[in-house]
Nanobody
Framework: MQLVESGGGLVHPGGSLRLSCAAS????????MSWVRQAPGKGLEWVSS????????IYADSVKGKFTISRDNAKSTLYLQMNSLKSEDTAVYYC???????????WGQGTQVTVSS
């Protein structure tokens, strides 16, 4: 069971990044997938989730309209398109998998996103 995030980096305010999370070792298509972030000195903050069957998406108010979560079940990959980035989006972004919405049984190692001029 493995989740590997990629795509993080340094971006200017107003810029965009696309995070990816490659999954292996489990039936990706049957799991709810989520992005969770942790800003420096703060606790974990749920960002977004996508359901396995319907593909329905849910977003935290702080990112609604800026971020888009998606999944490619054929590639066992989760994505997070992040637009209009602000300094407050600076965080380590983790992908997580669980059998149902709101569960996070498995975690990736995280990818750093830094928004700075």
């Amino acid at each position: 069971m493995q989740l590997v995030e990629s795509g993080g980096g340094l971006v200017h305010p107003g810029g965009s990044l696309r995070l990816s999370c490659a999954a292996s070792g489990f039936t990706f298509s049957t799991f709810a997938m989520s992005w969770v972030r942790q800003a420096p000195g703060k606790g974990l903050e749920w960002v977004s989730s996508i359901l396995p069957s319907s593909g329905s998406t849910i977003y935290a108010d702080s990112v609604k309209g800026k971020f888009t979560i998606s999944r490619d079940n054929a590639k066992s990959t989760l994505y997070l398109q992040m637009n209009s980035l602000k300094s407050e989006d600076t965080a380590v972004y983790y992908c997580a998998a669980g059998p149902t919405y709101g569960t996070y049984n498995y975690w990736g190692q995280g990818t750093q996103v830094t928004v700075s001029s």
